[in-house]
Each structure stands twice: as structure tokens, then as C-alpha cells.
């Protein structure tokens, strides 16, 4: 049985992540400030008598008891609303809680994983990304503090990997499923929830910029996969099959049901035009490609928030 701290296990991805953890067996302490996370997202985990929950921000240092084998760093507000509202604070939890999560994963000589983001290629010029990719960001755009935080906890992760501590480093593209807030502010729950309300459906732009969606339950099996792999260079998780956000909408409606009128609204500033992941890497070393198709995952999503809200 192996012991694990996961910071950011109140979050959508991190709750999830803790489930699978525990489901294998393992022991986790789940560590969030419950800033853009909820506290019902571990209902579940709660359940087992292997699960410890500590509400901190990890941007102070942390002091745990006993062994650790495995350190997650998904600590990190992750939607425009939540990331602009709270600049200052994630560019921290970029800096310096990755820093104090890097120092107890290297005292405690556990691996260490950094959840990073696609945004690190922010709106690219090349498709699709690949891992060599260095990326086109604006670094003082209005995504920049997240965009930014992200790569500079890149870094820091390389530095300490130098150093000797066991690192992996993830490049997360759109995923998406149960446990998101309706009012996270990205483009699977603002067009399911304006369909459970019946609302027109709003659309940025002209919609033909592009987005990969990958279910959860695909998303976490690679991170596991990565995490107990050898390789300790960044590695995309993401699905290849590139669908425009017009695509994605009729998609809403055929999961939904009925027809929805579009509202169609300026593009975002540094919004980008197309997100579709090499995932080459993730094939070769992990054995992992998405398997859940996204109608299928719509379908699940779409009923989890019709009775959860």
C-alpha cells in the first residue's frame, strides 16, 4: 500500500484522482484551501478509513507525519474566472506552493508530480502540439497568471529534478465530467448548464476555433500511468480528435434533446484558436489513448449535473 498527499483533492480532477488512489488500495491525504474546490467533491472519499483531509493552502509549508511515496501537485485555480479573480494567488501556488510541495516530496524521497496545463503552448501556431513545442504566450496577457504560473512550476520541477528529486510532469488538455461547477467559467459547463435551463447557447467568436475533449476517467488513467512510469519529461494527456466549439454545441443539444438558439459574443483576448494534443509520447511510453467517446462522456456529465447541479 502506497501513501500519497494530493494537493488540490477538493478540486474536480483532484477528487477524482483521490477516488482512483484509494480504489487501488493506497492510502492519501488530501490537502486544498477549498478556494475554487468543494469539500462535497470528497464525499466519497471520506467514506474509507484510508483517506485524511487537511484544509491548507499549500503556499505555506506543510508538515506531515510518516512516510510518503507519492507527492500530486494539482493545486492550482484552473478557469479564467477563477485564475483572473485570483491572479496573485496562483501565480503563488504556482511559485511557491510548488516549491514547498518539490521540498516535502525530496524530504520525504517521494515522487513528485506536476500537474501542468496545454496552456504552456498558449495560442499556438503549430498543430498539433507537441511536447518539443515551446509555445506562443503572451506574458502579460490576461491569462498570463496562469499561463505563466504553469511554466515557471515547470521549471522549478526541472531545477529540483536536477538536483535529484524523481519528478513527472503532465500537460493536461481540456478534460472534462462530473464534479465541474457550473459556474467554472470553461466551455463544457457554461453550454451544459445554459441547456438544463433552456437559455440560447453562448458562443465566442465564430466558433470555429477548436478544443480536445477528454472524459476524466480517461484522464486520471494517464496521469497514474505517468506517475509510475520512468519517464520524467513533460507528457501531453489529452484527446487528438480536435472538435470546433460549433461542433461541440450541437453536440450539447443531441445530449440535451432539444434545439437551442446561439448567441454569438467577441472572442476573448489570447483565447486560443485550436488545442489538439500529440499524444505520440503517451501511446508509446504509457499505452494510453482517451477511450470514452465524447457523446458517451456528454451523456454522463450532462445527467451528473441534472441531479447535482
Known amino acids: 500500500m502506497a501513501r500519497h498527499l494530493v494537493a488540490g483533492a477538493a478540486g474536480f480532477l483532484g477528487s477524482h484522482l483521490v477516488d482512483r488512489l484509494l480504489a487501488q488500495g493506497d492510502e492519501v491525504i488530501g ?30 509549508p506543510l508538515d506531515v507525519e510518516g512516510p510518503l511515496d507519492r507527492v500530486w501537485n494539482l493545486a492550482s485555480p484552473a478557469s479564467p474566472p477563477d485564475y483572473q479573480r485570483l491572479a496573485v494567488e496562483t501565480l503563488r501556488v504556482g511559485s511557491e506552493g510548488t516549491r514547498n510541495l518539490l521540498d ?13 496545463t496545454s496552456e504552456v503552448y498558449g495560442d499556438p501556431d503549430v498543430t498539433p502540439q507537441s511536447e518539443s513545442y515551446w509555445g506562443r504566450v503572451n506574458p502579460v496577457g490576461p491569462r498570463s497568471m496562469y499561463d505563466e504560473s504553469k511554466r515557471f512550476a515547470e521549471a522549478l520541477v526541472m531545477a529540483y529534478r536536477a538536483r ?9 488538455f481540456n478534460t472534462y465530467g462530473p464534479r465541474m461547477r457550473l459556474d467554472d467559467g470553461r466551455v463544457v459547463p457554461n453550454l451544459i ?47 487528438p480528435t480536435e472538435t470546433t466549439i460549433l461542433e461541440f454545441a450541437d453536440a450539447i443539444e443531441h445530449v440535451a434533446g432539444r434545439q437551442l438558439m446561439r448567441v454569438f459574443l467577441p472572442r476573448p483576448t489570447d483565447d486560443p484558436m485550436q488545442r489538439r494534443p500529440d499524444i505520440t509520447k503517451a501511446r508509446t511510453l504509457l499505452g494510453w489513448e482517451p477511450r470514452v467517446q465524447l457523446e458517451e462522456g456528454l451523456r454522463r456529465t450532462y445527467e451528473w449535473f441534472a441531479k447535482n447541479g
Do not use: W
Open 164 to 172: 535529484g528529486t524523481k519528478t513527472r510532469i503532465v500537460r493536461i
Open 31 to 60: 490537502v486544498d484551501n477549498v478556494s475554487t474546490g468543494r469539500a462535497r467533491n470528497l464525499d466519497e472519499a471520506r467514506r474509507s478509513a484510508r483517506f485524511r483531509f487537511e484544509q491548507q493552502d499549500v503556499i505555506r
Open 193 to 239: 448548464g445554459q441547456a438544463l435551463r433552456g437559455e440560447p447557447l453562448t458562443i465566442y467568436g465564430d466558433g470555429n476555433q477548436t478544443r480536445s475533449f477528454c472524459f476524466v476517467d480517461d484522464e486520471v488513467e494517464g496521469l497514474v500511468r505517468l506517475m509510475e512510469s520512468d519517464h520524467d519529461l513533460p507528457v501531453n494527456l489529452g484527446n
Open 104 to 116: 516535502l516530496a525530496n524530504a520525504k524521497g517521494a515522487r513528485f508530480f506536476q500537474a501542468s
